[in-house]
């Protein structure tokens, strides 16, 4: 299993040409500040060539578990070690979506202040729907946060006839308000 | 064909049931093919259709159409033939292919009145109702303000409210019970005071909230002046705000009710005086497995 810095990507379908659907898991470790993990949000935005949300309905997380075409689904209870997992049925993408990006935020407002800085780990794993066997993985993504509420971690997309996978990684301060300024969300 | 009901793990895949599908535990690389439903793009005008229940692997023998790997912008040359081919139906070819598309949408069966996010709806007698996005119902905190000046009197707010797991309650400073459920470590609801009282619901565990009534109260057991706007704001800006105004009077007055239907939250205007205390206004709105210490303190 190889493990992917910010910003490498590689070509999925390309390297796997039977590869016909992906799990895309997060797995965190909040080391001592278990109530983090409590506040932690992963969230799904199917987005077009320009980087925008196709609509509200394409923001998948734990309030709204799949989108129109139901290609891509938030799963209940992750399977395995991940704390969260979405599956992505890649040849059954609409062609509207050119890509498919992996948030993580802090829900925030009942007191506490928190960020993602407190984590100790967090990393995304890209499976094959397939069979679980895991193709890739991020680095560590939380060694560069400090006070950070929000970050993108990856993103599938279409590239010349083939879906390739990205590692992100990039912190935002303002939250998932930030984040859906970005991708045109309205919350 | 027949199935064998002792071995559900030889039965085809049943595609036209998405929403059932587990993925299985990892097993020998054979089993799910596909996974049906692939919309083959195979040019802009005509993508082909999306076959309903297509069976994987098994019907697709003799057929040459094979899926693109993944879709290029334009242009059907790029079939990739080493792709195992999907099982859409023979008739599929470009030139067959009906209506262009994305698949049909939800729709709702009527349009539900909404709360645009950044802006302020009211809730009146004529429209009471209003139902909140799963954004709106999912993300942040929403938050239940009443802002009431010194004229109405010392009024005060609290919420009954049913959670997921059966657990039923009250939620109000004036009690001293500011967290639901009752000294949670993680609690679901807060009631907070700085300028006006209110009352935070955390939306990352909107599933455990089934519904709340809010209610308000004189804390003396006097008269109120009603008046003042019952405020409830998303974290996207969206307000939904309920004038408090009524003519003057003692007892208890039920504001509002939220639900949570399958994740959204409807939210409605419920502006009911009861001439009782709280126990009998919350008894009103169907709370009964509530045990009560008196009129308007729960058991803890």
């Not at chain 2, 030139?95 to 009527?110: I, T, Y």
């Not at chain 2, 657990?167 to 109000?172: A, E, G, N, P, R």
């Not at chain 2, 009782?276 to 210490?293: E, H, K, M, N, T």
Request: charged share 20%.
């Amino acid at each position: 299993m190889a493990t992917m810095k910010r910003g490498s990507n590689v070509a999925l379908t390309r390297e796997i040409p039977d590869l016909t659907g992906l799990v895309l898991g997060v797995r965190w470790d909040t080391g001592p500040e278990k109530a983090l993990a409590d506040h932690l949000v992963v969230a799904t935005i199917l987005c077009d060539e320009h980087s925008k949300a196709l609509s509200d309905e394409h923001f998948v997380f734990f309030n709204q578990l799949s989108e129109p075409s139901m290609t891509v689904s938030q799963l209940e209870q992750a399977m395995g070690p991940d704390a969260e997992q979405i599956e992505v049925q890649l040849t059954a993408v609409p062609a509207e979506v050119s890509r498919i990006v992996v948030v993580l935020y802090l829900n925030e407002g009942m007191g506490l202040r928190r960020s993602l800085g407190q984590l100790r780990e967090c990393v995304l794993r890209v499976l094959n729907l397939a069979d679980n066997a895991e193709l890739v993985r991020s680095e560590n993504l939380a060694d560069s946060l400090d006070g950070e509420t929000a970050m993108t971690l990856g993103e599938v997309y279409r590239h010349q006839g083939d879906w390739k996978f990205k590692v992100i990684g990039e912190g935002y301060s303002t939250g998932v308000a930030g984040l859906a300024k970005d991708y045109g969300i309205t919350l | 064909m027949s199935i064998d009901v002792f071995a559900p793990d030889q039965a085809p895949a049943r595609t036209d049931l998405p929403f059932l599908r587990h993925r299985a535990r990892p097993r020998p690389p054979v089993a799910r093919a596909a996974a049906g439903s692939a919309g083959l793009d195979l040019s802009a005008p005509a993508p082909a259709a999306r076959p309903p229940a297509a069976r994987p692997a098994e019907s697709s023998a003799g057929l040459a159409l094979s899926r693109p790997v993944a879709r290029p912008a334009a242009g059907s040359a790029s079939l990739d033939l080493s792709t195992p081919p999907p099982a859409a139906a023979p008739a599929a070819g470009p030139a067959a292919a009906p209506a262009p598309g994305r698949p049909a949408r939800r729709q709702p069966v009527r349009p539900l009145p909404r709360a645009r996010s950044g802006e302020r709806t009211l809730l009146t007698p004529k429209a009471p109702t209003i139902t909140l996005t799963r954004l709106q119902s999912g993300v942040g905190v929403l938050t239940i303000e009443a802002a009431c000046s010194a004229a109405v009197g010392d009024l005060r707010i609290g919420a009954a409210y049913q959670l997921a797991d059966g657990h039923s309650s009250l939620v109000s400073r004036t009690g001293g019970i500011t967290a639901a459920p009752r000294d949670s470590r993680r609690p679901v609801i807060l009631a907070r005071a700085d300028r006006y009282e209110r009352l935070l619901i955390d939306l990352r565990q909107n599933r455990q909230l089934e519904r709340l009534v809010v209610f308000a109260f004189s804390e003396s057991g006097g008269q109120l002046n009603w008046s003042g706007t019952l405020v409830t704001s998303t974290a996207g800006g969206g307000r939904v705000e309920l004038p408090l105004d009524r003519p003057a009077s003692p007892g208890v007055m039920v504001l509002l009710s939220i639900f949570n239907v399958h994740g959204e939250f409807v939210v409605r205007a419920e502006m009911e005086t009861i001439a009782g205390p709280i126990r009998a206004a919350v008894q009103a709105y169907g709370f009964d497995r509530i045990s009560w210490l008196d009129d308007r303190t729960p058991v803890a």
